[in-house]
Each structure stands twice: as C-alpha cells, then as structure tokens.
C-alpha cells in the first residue's frame, strides 16, 4: 500500500500521453511538467481532454500511450490507491453512509493508520467546520461538502492533490469565496494543486501557472498574467478574455518592432510578442488597452483612425464600445470611466490608439474567432 | 349547498378512505376470524375467543406445514439471494458479452405462467429420477426467485454513484475494500429489500410447490388442502401474524433509515 508521506515527491511529469476511446482521441500526445508545491490549472472547454487527462494521473484512466511520473517514479501502471495523489471529486462525491468524521478519516484508515482524530480535527479545523464531525454528508449544504471533500483529500498529505470543478455546483459567491480560500489553503499545506476547470477568471485567480487545453492538446502554458498579456495562438486570445484581432502584414522593420500594416494604416509589434511564422499576422489588441477619442484627436502610440461608434454600452465602471472600422470589423474598446468626460455616443467618428507594447501577433493563417464561442455554451 | 361544498372539499379523502377500505377488508377478515369460535369450519362466525392465538398449533398438521414453508423460505431466500446479487453485480456493473442477452433472460421466469413452470419442473425432476419432495421444491423456489432479487439488487447498483467507488479508490482502499467498506454498504438496503422479497415469494408459492412437493405439505399447500373441509381457525393466526411481522418489519425499516438520514 502507498504511504503518501513517503519518498515519492517531487514534480509530476505526464510524458507523451495520449489517451483514445475508440476513435476519439480524448489527450493527444500531451507532455507536461507540472512543478512540486505549484498550484497548477488546466484550463479549457469541455471536451478538451482536461478531465481526462486528471482522471490519468488519479489512475481511474489508463494512458493508451505514454507514461506518468512523480518525482523519479513511474507511476503509469499503478492503482489509484497505490498513488499519492488524492482528488477532489466535481460532485464531491462524498461517502453518504458515513459521517463526516469518517468520511475525512476513511483514507486514513485504509492506510492502517490507527490514532486519526487529532488529523481529523486539525483539518476539520482548517476548513472551519469542526462542529459538523458527526453529520451526515446530506445534512450539509453544497459549499460545506465541498470543504470536506477538500479535508478528505489534504488530511492524506498526498504529493498531489487533484481538484475537478471543484466549484461548479456553487453559486457565484460562494465561488468566489472558495477561490480566496483554496488558494490561502494551498499556500498553508504547500501540496501541490492541479485544478481542471473551464473558468477562466476561476482559473486566473488561483493558479500560478496554467496550462490552456484544447482538443487533447496544451496550447499554451505560463503564468495568468503572461498568457493573457501575450497569448500565442488566438485560441488563448479569446478563450482568456477577450482579443481584437486584425489581419495584418509584416512590412519592415524598426528597432525592437515590427511594422505592421493593417488596412492601409501601420502599427507596431513588439518582436518578442510576435507568434507570427511570415510575413502574414493577426495583430492582436485586448478591448481595455485602448484609448477612444473624437477624431482629429492627436494621439500617440499605435493609432487606428476612420473609426465610427456602433454600439455603446455603459455598465458603471467602464463603457464598452464597438467600434466599426474603415474594413469593416468591429473592435472592441472598454473605457474606464476615470476622466470625468462624458461617454461618446453611437455614430460618433473616433480615433483609437494603445501602446505598442500591448500588442501581439499571432499566425495570420489562424481563424480569428478560434476559442471565442465556447464560452456561451459552457455556464 | 354546504353538503355538496363539503363533500367536494374531502372528496380526496373519501377517495382514499374507500381505496384502503379495498385493500384492508381482507385482512382484517381475516383477522378478525382468527378470534372465531368456529370449531372445525371457519366460515360462519359463532363468537369470540382467544384459544385459537393460545395454540396456534393446535390444528392438526398446521405447524408441521408452517415449520415445512420456514425451512423451504429462508434456505431458498439464502441461495437466490446470493446467486441473484453476484448476478446483479455483473450486470450492473461489467461490460461482456452476452449482456443484454442475460438482462432479457432473467426476466423470462418472472413472465412464464406459474402452471406451465410448475409442471415443466416437475416432468424434468422425474426425468432425472428426482422425487418430489423438500429439495426440489426448495430447488424450484430458488429459481423463480433469482428473478425477483436480481431485478431489484440491479436497481439499487444503477442508483449507486460509480464516482463513490472511485473516490474509496483514491483515498487508498483497494477493490476489496471498497467493496466492503462502500459498494456492500450502499447496497445492502437492496438486498435485504430482495431477500425479504424472495421469502414472501417463496413462503406464498402454492402452484409451483404444489406441482414439485409430492408428500411434502407446506402453509399454502396446508390451507388448500384444508379447504374442502374446512380451514381451521389457526390458518387465520398464522396468516395474521405473518401479516403483523410484515408490518412491523415496514416500519422498523422506515425508523431506521429516518434516524440514519437524521
């Protein structure tokens, strides 16, 4: 039987797996490091293989290639009991004829581990719900359950604790009460977390690093704030907020930049923010880095003129236009509403602009929509 | 007015009073007649007492029958129960081949006339040589019941969550143990629920029995027998008492499942 205190540590590497039901391809040839006290997201729709690819590192699914490894052992074709891995299950899945106490010391137990209050009740403790050790998991409401289903799984100390959208049976308050504290527990048991989620702002507030997922495959993996700043394919660009993606091409050189050519007008590009493989680009803007002014407005930076308001939406904080431009495309621009100026209105002329240094480039042989309409069918 | 108001205000009611009226007068005739004073022919009430509760055995032959109709019940309640779960277990819960063809099998007994089993049996014991008597009645029983237990040990596994087995995995308990620990438990109200089937089934069964028992005499086999000359009034004390343990097995049931769910 394992012992999940014992020497298998260290980083989880998924290495080459790939995982097929009949002649779907579910985790497509995946290789991933996922570092030792991190706390680590995989991010991406349903039907991405991020689930999947969980459930292999649990042992509930066998890799029809490739192997698993935590530290320097090879873990593929083991049991999910002789793992040290524990998993938050989506519906918590917690025992219904046993109490909570039990239910929190069953993994204990199975481990022959005799004296299991005092573990019990320090992590009762942690999640804050030591007076419920006696009920029944039914006599709980759904953000009590899931914190035991959390003290079911860290009270084991596994190398690796697996959470599978740990929060999508709570309502969005409790959401994101939930984030603030799994990410405080973390930090206090420093096991390493790996979180499937298809949350992007769930995802975005917890992880260190995240790993966007789409069709078996990582499309891009870093830090929240290095993906959204600089998403190298346009799946990433607009499954992690939102993305203005314009066709564009590569026409000369200054300095660090490249300069780009979009409709007649020329932009900057950071060369370190180009994903570009020639000289074709989708020269990509997020909607509240740019600045919206009447035109005729001088304005540095990028600028984009021959703009006209086709909609605008105040909501408080911010007003969201969309801004039609000379070719056509609707941009997106979210202005702060900080200046005290009245917001322009539909059908007024404008001129956009941004600092080139928010800008990135993708392959201009992409679809520009990629990643942008699973959102609507996935809440 | 104010009757027609009433009525149509209480006609639930009244609807429900003469539903359980239907049901229970049989009973209660019954129970009522256990009390009867009535000598040799229990038909025509001839006053109270209480000796027929006293000596519940006190008609000839009636306890042997009812001693033969115990034994036959729970070793045939054993073995179906058994041989029904582990059947129930493969189908709910393993994928082979053959399957779907088995799932439509087990329900064949359930839907062959009773009659048509009875006799089949009974020409298929004498043609291995078998006479009738206890054990192939008790062989019978076994088979009839297997039906009954698989189908309702089958629907406790469907409701069973697959997700809970999985978590008893991932928190270090092998597939015994999590047999043991989970899967057993969850299902154990399912199979208590079968076998208590099983035994009524068995212990009420007159025409397959009567077909396979030769000189063997069960409880039913006992009252209808008894029946051309008249059922003596213990008949009615055993039937009303398998009634009230019915009964009281109902509810214990219920206070037990409430005080867990509490």
Known sequence: MADASSSTRGDLRIVDVTKSFGDFTAVDDLTLTIPEGSFFALLGPSGCGKTTTLRMIAGLEEPTQGSIHIGSTDITNTRPYQRPVNTVFQNYALFPHLSIFENIAFGLRRRGIKDVKEAVDKVLNLVELPHLAQRKPVQLSGGQQQRIALARAIVNRPALLLL??????????????????????????????????????????????????????????????????????????????????????????????????????????????????????????????????????????????????????????????????PWKQELMVFEQNDDGVPPLEKGDAVTLSWEPVFTFALDGREDAFAGSEVHADEE | MRLTWWFRKNLIRIYMVLGFTYLFVPVAYTFAFSFNNGGKSNLVWKGFTLSNWQNPCGAPDVCLALGNSIRVGLISTVAATILGTLIAFALGRHQFKGRSTTNTLIFLPMATPEVVLGASLLAMFLNLGINPGFWPVVIAHVMFCISFVVVTVKARIASLDPRLEQAAMDLYANEFETFRKITLPLVAPGIAGAALLAFSLSFDDFIITNFNSGTLTTFPKFVYVASARGIPAQANVIGSAMFFLALFIVIAGQLVNRRKAR
């Open chain 1, 164 to 325: 599978d959208e740990p929060l999508g049976a709570l309502d969005l308050k409790l959401r994101r009460q939930m984030q603030i504290e799994l990410k405080w527990i973390q930090t206090e048991v420093g096991i390493t977390f790996v979180h499937v989620t298809h949350d992007q702002e769930e995802a975005m507030t917890m992880a260190d690093t995240i790993a966007v997922m789409n069709e078996g495959k990582v499309e891009q993996m870093g830090t929240p704030a290095d993906l959204y700043d600089n998403p190298k394919t346009a799946f990433v660009a607009n499954f992690l907020g939102q993305s203005n993606l314009i066709e564009g091409r590569i026409d000369g050189n200054d300095g660090d930049n490249f300069v780009v050519d979009v409709f007649g007008q020329k932009i900057k590009i950071n060369k370190n923010r180009s994903h570009a493989k020639d000289s074709s680009v989708l020269a990509g803007i997020r909607p509240e880095k740019i600045r919206i002014q009447p035109a005729g407005t001088a304005m540095s930076g990028n600028v984009l003129t021959g703009g006209v308001i086709s909609d605008a939406s105040y909501i408080g904080v911010s007003t969201q236009y969309q801004v039609e431009m």
